[in-house]
């Protein structure tokens, strides 16, 4: 009979230990590991601590198809005029380099009178039967003023393309 009241007794004392573990074990838990209480506390706390502007959702602006529309064609016109100044600009640029090369050369004859250009300004008319004609009113073939002529033409030219330049970065 004695060993059934100690059998017994090591059961009951094992028992107690288990409770005793488990209580003690369940105490620790506590200390460390933070309840779902305090984690939602904590969440409150940080999101009371952001500012609006942050916690706030994005409204995301949604455009009618009309409104998109209006904007590529807004976009295209812009895009035809800078296709449009940007061939301007090549067309001078073109003309001012041929320009330059005939000043360069220009510049190399010492002769009153140029052999290889001649300015001629021509009067726009109409004879009795209503056709357009151009007279010729004078011509002029001196170095000196073909030269500064050719100088002045390149010069009004460069004051173009910068404009045009000016208006292609602004549009």
């Given at each position: 009979m004695k060993n059934n009241e100690?059998?017994?007794?090591?059961?009951?004392?094992?028992t107690t230990n288990k409770a005793?573990?488990?209580?003690?074990?369940k105490a620790v838990t506590e200390k460390t590991t933070p309840t779902v209480e305090m984690a939602k506390a904590a969440e409150t706390a940080k999101a009371e601590s952001k500012p609006a502007a942050e916690t706030a959702t994005p409204t995301v602006k949604t455009e009618?198809?009309?409104?998109?529309?209006?904007?590529?064609?807004?976009?295209?016109?812009?895009?035809?005029?800078?296709?449009?100044?940007a061939k301007h600009r090549e067309t001078f640029m073109k003309s001012i380099e041929s320009l330059q090369l005939y000043i360069d050369e220009l510049k190399n004859e010492d002769?009153?009178?140029?052999?290889?250009?001649?300015?001629t300004f021509n009067i726009l008319s109409t004879d009795k039967y209503d056709?357009?004609?151009?007279t010729d009113m004078f011509s002029i073939s001196n170095t000196a003023l073909i030269n500064k002529f050719c100088d002045m033409l390149l010069s009004e030219m460069k004051e173009k393309v910068a404009s045009l330049e000016t208006e292609f970065l602004t549009a």
């Open positions: 100690t059998g017994a007794k090591a059961a009951a004392s094992t005793t573990v488990t209580e003690s074990t009618t198809i009309e409104e998109l529309q209006k904007r590529l064609e807004i976009e295209l016109k812009r895009l035809n005029r800078k296709k449009e100044l002769e009153f009178e140029t052999q290889s250009a001649k300015l056709r357009i004609n151009f």
